[in-house]
């Protein structure tokens, strides 16, 4: 009872903020680009607590140790790529990845390309996501049957739709700085409780975390995740997962559009900065906490876990008190609480950048863009059908690991937008041509080597077990895809009889400054 009074509370407060939202796209889209640094710094660290981070980190170091917690330090190195391009991106005066796009290669053509990118890592997202949402939420709430889970799924899909259809982005801001402090309030009393558990020793619960785990002799070393020893090239395998994590996370769209929300590029970089804080604590905590699951519920049984780990949350939760009692049910419920918000602030994210992006970069919603408040509208009429799609989409593949199209958003994201942006903000030389090579062809080949990869088809834990056409033998692309998103970015701008260099000196100034060349300083 207490936490579905917790969701109706939630969608109150979000409602009455969508109820003062102005009706003008900027305010809408960007907050306006008002938002202080410590304010809009603390939503980005929230844009990084997702579910799948939540749930995904915690449970992977309680079963993996070392492997799991590399991971997790690939969370900050990500913020740190985003500090190197933030004030570049925020000056520039674009907010979705069209706009940026179109920074040297002006045209519909690029704006096409970003907005195909945007939804090629999108929809993905939202599917594992949601897939983990209704799994997770099914289990805290005592049901496990398939039929509960894709219930779950939908209801929580139900309720993301109308979030990111209802409120902009400086709403969904004060909920993220919600789900910050929730969730640190929630794992902090967790690894506290489970201190004490072991008398305030951590010596003494890492000792019964590796005692407990399935692979004592490998926990606290490289080698126990599940996918070590199932790739080719093992080295080549654990690099390219490494780029992905921390390239993808840095370059994802909504990240993009939270960024340009500040109030300048000076203050876009500080919000990163500032983001670098409670970020660093939450993937602290996060490690702690896991490893806390494998002292007191132990990383053998794994059958009680799925892909996302939300039973060893849970179970951690009440087995640090007394289970059963009242304190137990308390801090279950604010574990669910927390996973809630989790779900209902990311995947909202995700589903309003998808739709501004549509509207922003599609060529046949240009008609509604003369009355502000028509856009908005129409921006809230394509979230919602994004999210019923997504929504669908994930129902019906419920059956079906999703995980590798986490793994395939962020090859994307790191193999079509990070190039991109490094030529167009440090390359003279760079032109049309050269981008819709490096977007296109990194696009294809995310495509076409997961389709071909073993976490597709030939590995126990694939989609398609059974098959066997894996004759790419890693299990990201990136170690491919990018370099020659790279690659394909300078060929393409080389064989290009057209030169933008005259206009590359006022495109930096303008990335550099914020300001165009001519304008007072005061301006």
Same mark, same amino acid.
């Given at each position: 009872?207490?936490?579905?009074?917790?969701?109706?509370?939630?969608?109150?407060?979000?409602?009455?903020?969508?109820?003062?939202?102005?009706?003008?796209?900027?305010?809408?889209?960007?907050?306006?680009?008002?938002?202080?640094?410590?304010?809009?710094?603390?939503?980005?660290?929230?844009?990084?607590?997702?579910?799948?981070?939540?749930?995904?980190?915690?449970?992977?170091?309680?079963?993996?140790?070392?492997?799991?917690?590399?991971?997790?330090?690939?969370?900050?190195?990500?913020?740190?790529?985003?500090?190197?391009?933030?004030?570049?991106?925020?000056?520039?005066?674009?907010?979705?990845?069209?706009?940026?796009?179109?920074?040297?290669?002006?045209?519909?053509?690029?704006?096409?390309?970003?907005?195909?990118?945007?939804?090629?890592?999108?929809?993905?997202?939202?599917?594992?996501?949601?897939?983990?949402?209704?799994?997770?939420?099914?289990?805290?709430?005592?049901?496990?049957?398939?039929?509960?889970?894709?219930?779950?799924?939908?209801?929580?899909?139900?309720?993301?739709?109308?979030?990111?259809?209802?409120?902009?982005?400086?709403?969904?801001?004060?909920?993220?700085?919600?789900?910050?402090?929730?969730?640190?309030?929630?794992?902090?009393?967790?690894?506290?409780?489970?201190?004490?558990?072991?008398?305030?020793?951590?010596?003494?619960?890492?000792?019964?975390?590796?005692?407990?785990?399935?692979?004592?002799?490998?926990?606290?070393?490289?080698?126990?995740?599940?996918?070590?020893?199932?790739?080719?090239?093992?080295?080549?395998?654990?690099?390219?997962?490494?780029?992905?994590?921390?390239?993808?996370?840095?370059?994802?769209?909504?990240?993009?559009?939270?960024?340009?929300? +500040?109030?300048? #590029?000076?203050?876009? $970089?500080?919000?990163?900065?500032? /983001?670098?804080?409670?970020?660093? !604590?939450? *993937? %602290? =905590?996060?490690?702690?906490?896991?490893?806390?699951?494998?002292?007191?519920?132990?990383?053998?049984?794994?059958?009680?876990?799925?892909?996302?780990?939300?039973?060893?949350?849970?179970?951690?939760?009440?087995?640090?008190?007394?289970?059963?009692?009242?304190?137990?049910?308390?801090?279950?419920?604010?574990?669910?609480?927390?996973?809630?918000?989790?779900?209902?602030?990311?995947?909202?994210?995700?589903?309003?950048?998808?739709?501004?992006?549509?509207?922003?970069?599609?060529?046949?919603?240009?008609?509604?863009? +003369?009355?502000? #408040?028509?856009?908005? $509208?129409?921006?809230?009429?394509? /979230?919602?059908?994004?999210?019923? !799609?997504? *929504? %669908? =989409?994930?129902?019906?593949?419920?059956?079906?690991?999703?995980?590798?199209?986490?793994?395939?958003?962020?090859?994307?994201?790191?193999?079509?937008?990070?190039?991109?942006?490094?030529?167009?903000?440090?390359?003279?030389?760079?032109?049309?041509?050269?981008?819709?090579?490096?977007?296109?062809?990194?696009?294809?080949?995310?495509?076409?080597?997961?389709?071909?990869?073993?976490?597709?088809?030939?590995?126990?834990?694939?989609?398609?077990?059974?098959?066997?056409?894996?004759?790419?033998?890693?299990?990201?692309?990136?170690?491919?895809?990018?370099?020659?998103?790279?690659?394909?970015?300078?060929?393409?701008?080389?064989?290009?009889?057209?030169?933008?260099?005259?206009?590359?000196?006022?495109?930096?100034?303008?990335?550099?400054?914020?300001?165009?060349?001519?304008?007072?300083?005061?301006?």
């Amino acid at each position: 009872m207490a936490y579905l009074g917790f969701i109706a509370v939630s969608l109150l407060w979000l409602l009455m903020n969508a109820a003062n939202e102005k009706e003008s796209p900027e305010s809408f889209y960007v907050a306006g680009r008002s938002l202080s640094p410590s304010l809009n710094g603390f939503a980005i660290a929230g844009e990084n607590i997702s579910v799948l981070t939540l749930l995904g980190i915690s449970g992977n170091v309680t079963l993996f140790g070392y492997d799991a917690f590399s991971v997790a330090i690939d969370t900050l190195l990500a913020i740190g790529v985003l500090l190197f391009l933030a004030q570049r991106m925020r000056n520039s005066g674009r907010y979705t990845l069209g706009d940026l796009f179109s920074l040297r290669a002006a045209g519909p053509e690029s704006r096409t390309a970003g907005n195909l990118v945007t939804l090629a890592i999108t929809i993905p997202l939202l599917m594992v996501q949601l897939h983990a949402a209704g799994v997770s939420t099914a289990l805290l709430v005592g049901l496990s049957s398939t039929q509960s889970q894709i219930a779950c799924t939908v209801l929580m899909g139900v309720f993301v739709t109308g979030v990111a259809s209802l409120g902009g982005l400086r709403g969904m801001s004060l909920m993220h700085i919600v789900k910050v402090v929730f969730a640190f309030t929630v794992l902090i009393v967790i690894a506290f409780l489970s201190l004490k558990s072991f008398g305030w020793d951590p010596g003494r619960l890492l000792s019964a975390a590796v005692e407990k785990s399935a692979t004592p002799d490998k926990y606290l070393s490289p080698g126990s995740w599940k996918y070590s020893k199932a790739f080719a090239l093992d080295p080549v395998n654990v690099i390219s997962n490494h780029a992905v994590l921390i390239l993808g996370t840095a370059m994802l769209p909504h990240l993009i559009l939270r960024v340009n929300a +500040s109030r300048n #590029g000076r203050s876009a $970089r500080r919000s990163v900065t500032i /983001a670098t804080v409670p970020l660093g !604590v939450f *993937v %602290l =905590l996060l490690i702690t906490v896991g490893f806390a699951a494998a002292a007191v519920v132990g990383g053998k049984t794994t059958g009680m876990v799925d892909l996302f780990g939300p039973s060893f949350l849970v179970s951690l939760a009440s087995g640090v008190v007394s289970n059963g009692s009242a304190a137990s049910i308390a801090l279950v419920t604010g574990v669910a609480c927390a996973v809630f918000l989790a779900v209902l602030t990311t995947v909202a994210s995700m589903t309003f950048a998808a739709a501004v992006s549509l509207v922003r970069d599609v060529h046949m919603w240009s008609k509604y863009r +003369s009355d502000p #408040g028509t856009e908005v $509208r129409v921006v809230r009429v394509v /979230a919602v059908a994004v999210g019923t !799609v997504s *929504v %669908l =989409l994930t129902a019906a593949t419920h059956k079906y690991p999703l995980e590798f199209l986490y793994s395939f958003s962020l090859c994307v994201s790191a193999s079509c937008i990070f190039p991109a942006l490094m030529y167009s903000f440090f390359w003279s030389g760079f032109n049309r041509r050269g981008l819709l090579w490096s977007v296109y062809g990194g696009l294809l080949l995310c495509v076409i080597l997961t389709v071909f990869s073993p976490i597709v088809s030939g590995m126990p834990f694939a989609l398609f077990p059974e098959a066997h056409f894996d004759w790419y033998p890693l299990q990201s692309p990136a170690s491919v895809s990018i370099p020659a998103a790279f690659l394909l970015g300078w060929l393409g701008s080389r064989g290009s009889m057209r030169s933008p260099k005259p206009d590359f000196r006022y495109i930096e100034y303008k990335t550099l400054t914020g300001k165009e060349i001519g304008m007072r300083a005061d301006s």
